[in-house]
């Protein structure tokens, strides 16, 4: 029989996506309980469409969860559609989800048979789309949608617009002074802290032969009930999903967050500048702060972040090179590649300035490689949805480029596989910076080097098979090989590049015997390892 039930009349719909977890979002200006209700949905699609991590879907259900009661406990009217509750039945040995829940949109609808509203209100998603998705949705059923702006950043609503105009070339250093001059953060009046605007001369530490020593253990969270649900979620509803949930132990709400904080200001601050670029065997933490994911699921804010590093330094707990180094990667980087995201989507998608072409290998999603610097980087990301930033960059986003991968593929991995992935951060980051694939219009240069590199900022190379100085033997390292190959394929494109001319001058140099064989053991390394388009058989 027909659901002949009235609706009940609101004013607005509130919708609250996965990553946007912070109570003082704008959202919850002038909401009024008595008029407007809260909705939260967990969807299939967005741990289907790129196979995410099941650490990355424990994080996000697990804060969504963890929230959803915070706001229950305020006494705040929430809808929430949970997969726990969505009806499963047997499919051929494996659970299915009702169809109201394998989309965002598809829930929605669910949940709008039983209201009629005014409009519905959403602040400004992370992801393009979902942004799309909505207007759609919305646009096809003429139901009004306020888009709100996203308080959580420290750049003003069209702030990044108004500094591009009239730039030739947009470069993360002139936007990070502009935005440290207007908010005083490490400045003294209108010049620098301690004279210059970085310090990175002074963050380039490796460590001894001998390793980094004994180093604090990592604070990590024990499940409770709530994130245990999630957990059990994953496992039964994504058994196929790349990763593992032997251990999880990342923050899921705001309290947790801050004690992170706390740790790192604390335990990992000092040395983070020194030795920020330093990787070491079984040691996926070392000074890091393993934040980026609660800022990202908002549970933190960046400006309380940056004024904790602050303060450390205010009060001598901290060197200057440490502080300055970590608020650039949150007061510059990030808020740079949010800018470059809105400013160039959807046109990110279709990018491929060095016409890559090749298959994403395989190993990425399974880590079983022999090359022990991505065995190394590629666990732990299956392990715990981490890597820091020079694993990817220099490890797993270099042989990437090295393999001159499909662009939207290793773009799929990377928004698929990290615990901190949100599209405007990762896509930017993915395509601009580690692959080239914007033609330099996020980094100057491509950054590619051979297995020299990995050597020497790690010990990584202890051990493997593979020798770092090789290019053409059979010991010869892939990176080194690929190395030459990258740039004997784009020898016209650089070769009067001001930062990577030297570098083909330098392959130049090489003799036509040298050449033949670089060129014969790149055709082994491509026949090694297997690159079957694993994301078109497991992506739906």
Not at 47 to 62: E, M
Not at 73 to 101: Q, V, W
């Amino acid at each position: 029989m027909p659901n002949t039930q009235a609706r009940q009349a609101i004013r607005h719909l509130c919708l609250i996506l996965g990553d946007q977890l912070n109570r003082d979002s704008l959202l919850f200006e002038g909401f009024d309980p008595q008029k407007d209700r809260l909705w939260m949905a967990e969807v299939m699609e967005e741990s289907t469409h790129v196979p995410s991590n099941k650490q990355r879907s424990v994080l996000f259900l697990a804060a969504m969860r963890h929230f959803a009661q915070s706001l229950r406990d305020e006494g705040l009217p929430l809808d929430y559609l949970s997969l726990d509750t969505s009806d499963l039945s047997p499919n051929e040995g494996k659970a299915t989800i009702n169809s109201a829940h394998q989309s965002l949109t598809s829930a929605l609808a669910h949940s709008l048979q039983q209201y009629q509203v005014q409009s519905l209100k959403l602040v400004l998603p992370g992801d393009y789309r979902v942004l799309q998705s909505l207007k759609h949705y919305c646009a096809d059923r003429q139901l009004p949608l306020e888009l709100l702006a996203d308080n959580h950043f420290i750049a003003k609503p069209g702030e990044f617009s108004a500094w591009q105009k009239g730039k030739k070339q947009w470069r993360m250093e002139y936007w990070y002074r502009q935005l440290r001059k207007r908010t005083g953060i490490l400045m003294r009046g209108d010049q620098p802290e301690g004279g210059d605007w970085n310090y990175d001369k002074d963050n380039r530490g490796t460590f001894s032969s001998q390793g980094p020593g004994l180093l604090d253990e990592a604070l990590l969270f024990v499940a409770d009930e709530i994130t245990q649900s999630a957990i059990s979620t994953v496992t039964r509803l994504l058994p196929d999903n790349p990763g593992n949930l032997m251990s999880f132990g990342w923050p899921v709400k705001r309290q947790q967050a801050l004690q992170l904080l706390e740790f790192f200001i604390a335990k990992q601050l000092p040395l983070f500048g020194e030795y920020q670029d330093a990787m070491w065997t079984n040691e996926p933490w070392l000074y890091h702060s393993r934040l980026s994911a609660a800022l990202n699921l908002k549970l933190l804010s960046p400006l309380e972040v940056i004024q904790a590093a602050e303060q450390a330094y205010a009060q001598g707990k901290a060197p200057l090179n440490a502080v300055e180094g970590f608020i650039r990667q949150i007061l510059g980087w990030r808020e740079f590649v949010r800018g470059l995201y809105w400013s160039l989507m959807p046109d990110w998608h279709s990018m491929n300035a060095l016409d890559a072409r090749h298959n994403l290998p395989d190993f990425y999603w399974t880590g079983q490689v022999d090359m022990r610097c991505l065995a190394q980087s590629i666990q732990q990301v299956l392990d715990h949805g981490y890597g820091h930033h020079i694993q990817r960059l220099m490890v797993t986003g270099l042989f990437a480029q090295l393999w001159q991968t499909q662009p939207h593929q290793i773009h799929a991995w990377y928004l698929a596989m990290y615990v901190d992935a949100v599209e405007w951060v990762e896509l930017p980051n993915v395509l601009g910076m580690s692959q080239y694939a914007d033609g330099g219009i996020m980094a100057s240069k491509p950054y590619i080097a051979t297995g020299r590199y990995v050597a020497k900022m790690s010990n990584y190379c202890a051990g493997c098979r593979y020798k770092p100085d090789e290019a053409e033997t059979d010991n010869a390292c892939p990176f080194t090989t690929l190395y030459w190959e990258f740039l004997a394929t784009h020898r016209a494109r650089f070769a009067n590049h001001p930062r990577l001319a030297l570098q083909v001058k330098h392959l130049d140099n090489h003799n036509a015997e040298k050449r033949a064989a670089i060129a014969k053991r790149a055709q082994w390394v491509r026949e090694h390892y297997s690159a079957t388009n694993y994301l078109a058989n497991h992506q739906t």
